[in-house]
């Protein structure tokens, strides 16, 4: 056990590597100089541009970059940021908790949604229940985030003025929640929602479709030969053994969560890892992309490492250390 | 269960424990919950850059160092004259060379501590240091040694001294015109040392000034809050608390609007609703918009008749009256309306094809032959694809070919600022010019002197010595009139003659306000330099 997840864990050491070189070297080939978006956003002396080239080392030659840049990682040093000149772990660890707080929320309603409603189209199978999820996931997997966050926006906070739409960064988000912290946990509602209505759909989808793959097993037949009620059968050992997919799914949901929430982040002003991340990029903020794919990379590697070690606790025929492999 | 799956079990419950025992964690700053009596609540599209005066360049950043921070001299927000601010008086010698500044009495910083003369030598020494980098360096160079001390060859600027702890002075090589107006800007801010200095850039997220507003609290991405300094010089403040939230989508910002969470909306929708209406403040403000045109690269260059003729082909009144309605202005030249040196008589470039076609053909094009595409460049924002669009068909009514390039920032920057020596890649640009002063010398020479070819403003690279020199001429003169003079013949080389740019408008700018929101003051200064401290609300009882 702990050799597996030392192995796992080693493993990460090549995938960052693989992921920071990628990124240094895209951000490298776009065009536009990190100097001059440095030096601001008006006309600029150019004495003042040769400086901040010299100051951030942009005038060496790539390999030298690339080689300090490399240095600077392998001793845990993320940099400082172009742009802001803060050092981009505390940027991360600014941006890092509305993408979790957003994250986990959507995930969990995702996920209670998206498994209850995928076993209701399973028993319900061919019937109109069935067909409604099945057009209800399409709609959610196949809807535009970004129209479905301002739809809902529009509905719930302009219209019936039921929800906050925005305001996240006034109120914070405390634990642990109580009546009293309503109003903060109040913002997280439409922007969770709004993600894990997308999530939803292909949960449903695999839910449904790996429950009827188990329906016609042997052991589900002797389960009813042995007197089980068909309700009793389907809770107890059809959807445990269905689960094994729509965790893999979930892990994966997990992982995107975190990096693919940019346009949610958009609408509803929730100040998050993607926001920063396509903020960056524009501003060719080198440090920062990198450090927020890092850290997404992270993120992923994780979330495969946890499913991997749930699903054995699941389904005792999946060997230690195969699911997502 | 066996030990190894218990194991197993183990692992996975603490990972999954630890996520919201970490969320308690992080979350464990808890807000401010004594809500103030006057709370003002305005939008800003993006996080600003920074707050740190010896950087910003821009009018987000504005927003917030510009009610945090005060320089010697301020600008009347309305007359735009200057004003005493930290300063509460000022003598230039009759050679306008010296410049001696009485401090005021009592201004104290954020921290606590009194503002001595001593902090104002720091501050200028700070912006003109080769090490800070500074993007508002310029605004200091005209003291004496000042360009030696950023140089590094001094170890202080031998133009600025403190006789006494109440007094400052100014020595500059030789007279200079706009000086005063331009220690007004966000640049020449007075600054604590004792925070400044700080390695750890604590001021980047916690600046510490001497205005009418602190930074209390500050949320990434998302909320700025500044709270009324009791301490103020000025007087404190009639709002006990201002709060920046930073809403990038302009339909979301619009909603929060209407729906009450905000006081104040930078961004006007273009289809308002009736009942919104009167809630627009329309105000002109000091800059013009342009698409710029590359002299450097064929066909435009050394070709003024085709630049005219665009010029004409373009009509602008459409633009601005029926296809963008607000409150931009026709473009007519290069010194908007407002400040000395503005042309009335200016005939500029009214819409008429008729003229267009006939110039066009004096190019050496008839009807466009023999004209290749010219490319027009410009980035994703705002309504900068509408414009080019419109721009583009109207060109093309009179024969001129032009292709569109929508990029990014970066890009776009690269593809039309060059170098000082090699042209950029954008023969035809879309761009735009707020002029870092009222004062003249603000457009002419950062977008057209021939110095400033390349990243330092003249994208054009424009080129002409009758041209530079008049406004190289203007600069020494202290008589206002004689230079108001000066920069009316230069434009009128530049725009009638020259024509580097097609000039599309002069800016203007709406914003919306509640109408309890009492005392705004309308500035051509800037949307965000509207003063927050003349506000006060009157919202109904609840």
Redesign the interface.
């Known amino acids: 056990m702990t050799g597996y997840l030392l192995r796992r864990l080693l493993g990460l050491v090549p995938v960052l590597l693989a992921a920071a070189t990628l990124v240094w070297g895209l951000l490298f080939a776009l065009p536009g100089d990190p100097a001059r978006l440095i030096a601001g956003a008006r006309a600029v002396d150019p004495e003042v541009l040769r400086e901040v080239r010299v100051e951030w080392g942009l005038d060496d030659p790539a390999p030298v970059q690339y080689g300090r840049y490399l240095g600077r990682l392998l001793r845990g040093d993320l940099g400082v940021s172009y742009a802001q000149g803060r050092p981009v772990a505390a940027i991360l660890r600014d941006y890092a908790l509305p993408t979790l707080t957003l994250g986990l929320a959507a995930l969990v309603l995702a996920a209670i949604a998206g498994i209850g409603l995928g076993a209701l189209a399973a028993w319900y199978r061919g019937r109109a229940v069935d067909l409604g999820v099945l057009v209800l996931a399409l709609l959610g997997a196949s809807t535009p985030v970004f129209w479905l966050g301002l739809m809902l926006m529009l509905t719930f906070a302009s219209w019936l003025r039921w929800l906050p739409a925005t305001g996240y960064g006034l109120d914070g988000i405390t634990l642990p929640f109580t009546a009293a912290r309503l109003p903060e946990w109040r913002h997280l509602v439409l922007p969770a929602v709004t993600l894990a209505l997308v999530s939803m759909g292909g949960l449903a989808r695999v839910t449904r479709s790996a429950l009827l793959d188990v329906a016609g097993a042997d052991s589900l037949r002797a389960a009813r030969a042995r007197g089980l009620s068909r309700p009793g059968v389907f809770l107890r050992h059809a959807l445990r053994r269905a689960l094994p997919p729509v965790v893999t799914v979930l892990g994966l949901q997990l992982a995107g969560l975190f990096g693919g929430a940019v346009a949610t982040e958009f609408v509803f002003a929730w100040p998050g890892i993607g926001k920063a991340l396509v903020r960056a990029i524009a501003l060719r903020d080198l440090p920062v992309v990198e450090g927020c794919v890092l850290l997404l990379t992270i993120a992923y590697v994780l979330a495969s490492l946890v499913v991997d070690l749930v699903l054995p606790l699941l389904d005792p025929r999946v060997p230690e250390g195969t699911g997502l492999q | 269960m066996t030990r190894?799956?218990r194991?197993?079990?183990a692992?996975?419950a603490a990972?999954?424990c630890a996520?919201?025992l970490?969320?308690?964690a992080?979350?464990?700053?808890?807000?401010d919950k004594t809500a103030p009596r006057q709370v003002f609540r305005f939008r800003l599209r993006?996080e600003p850059?920074?707050v740190?005066p010896a950087?910003?360049?821009?009018n987000l950043s504005e927003a917030i160092v510009m009610n945090v921070f005060r320089g010697l001299v301020a600008m009347d927000p309305e007359s735009l004259a200057v004003v005493p601010a930290v300063a509460a008086s000022w003598t230039v010698s009759p050679d306008n060379l010296t410049y001696t500044f009485r401090l005021r009495d009592g201004v104290t910083f954020h921290n606590g501590r009194a503002l001595e003369a001593q902090d104002v030598v720091w501050s200028f020494e700070r912006v003109l240091k080769?090490e800070t980098?500074?993007?508002r360096?310029?605004l200091l160079e005209p003291v004496t040694g000042a360009l030696d001390f950023a140089a590094g060859k001094a170890s202080s600027v031998t133009g600025l001294s403190t006789p006494d702890p109440r007094t400052v002075v100014l020595h500059l090589d030789r007279p200079f015109a706009p000086f005063l107006g331009m220690l007004t800007m966000g640049g020449a801010s007075i600054v604590p040392r004792e925070v400044y200095e700080n390695p750890e850039?604590s001021y980047?997220?916690a600046p510490v000034g001497c205005g009418p507003f602190k930074v209390v609290r500050w949320?990434?991405?998302?909320?700025i809050e500044m709270a009324a300094f009791d301490r103020y010089y000025g007087g404190r403040p009639a709002i006990d608390l201002v709060?920046a939230?930073?809403?990038?989508?302009q339909?979301?910002a619009f909603?929060?609007y209407?729906?009450g969470?905000l006081d104040s909306l930078d961004e006007v929708p273009t289809d308002l609703p009736a009942d919104v209406e009167p809630e627009v403040l329309r105000y002109p403000l000091l800059g013009i918009g342009y698409i710029g045109f590359n002299l450097d690269r064929a066909p435009l260059k050394g070709n003024p008749a085709l630049r005219q003729a665009i010029n004409y082909a373009v009509d602008k009144e459409y633009l601005w009256s029926k296809l963008l309605p607000g409150a931009n202005i026709p473009g007519r030249g290069l010194i908007p309306p407002g400040i000395a040196g503005y042309d009335a008589d200016l005939p500029g470039y009214p819409h008429d094809e008729a003229k267009a076609r006939s110039l066009l053909a004096r190019a050496g094009y008839p009807a466009g032959r023999g004209l290749a595409p010219i490319s027009l460049w410009f980035n994703t924002s705002g309504d900068n694809r509408r414009i080019a669009e419109q721009v583009q068909a109207d060109l093309r009514g009179v024969g001129v070919p032009v292709t569109l390039r929508e990029?990014?920032?970066?890009?776009y920057?690269?593809?039309v600022?060059g170098?000082?020596e090699t042209a950029g890649e954008a023969q035809m640009f879309r761009f735009g010019w707020s002029l870092?002063y009222p004062d003249a010398d603000a457009v002419l020479r950062?977008l057209l002197h021939s110095k400033?070819v390349?990243?330092?403003?003249n994208?054009f690279r424009y080129r002409n010595p009758a041209f530079d020199d008049l406004v190289d001429r203007a600069l020494t003169l202290v008589d206002p009139a004689a230079r108001a003079d000066l920069y009316r013949k230069a434009e009128r080389i530049a725009v009638m003659e020259d024509a580097p740019l097609l000039f599309l408008n002069y800016f203007g700018s709406m914003t919306l306000f509640k109408p309890y929101v009492k005392g705004v003051t309308p500035t051509p200064l800037g949307e965000f330099r509207i003063p927050l401290e003349r506000l006060r609300l009157e919202k109904p009882a609840s």
């Open positions: 190894g799956s194991a197993r079990l692992v996975a990972f999954v996520l919201p970490g969320l308690a992080c979350g464990s700053r808890s807000p993006e850059p920074t740190d950087q910003m360049t821009d080769k980098h500074s993007p360096r310029w850039k980047l997220r949320e990434p991405s998302s909320l709060q939230r930073i809403i990038e989508n339909v979301t909603q929060e209407r729906t969470g990029v990014d920032w970066a890009a920057l690269k593809a600022e170098s000082a870092d950062p400033n390349g990243p330092a403003g994208y």
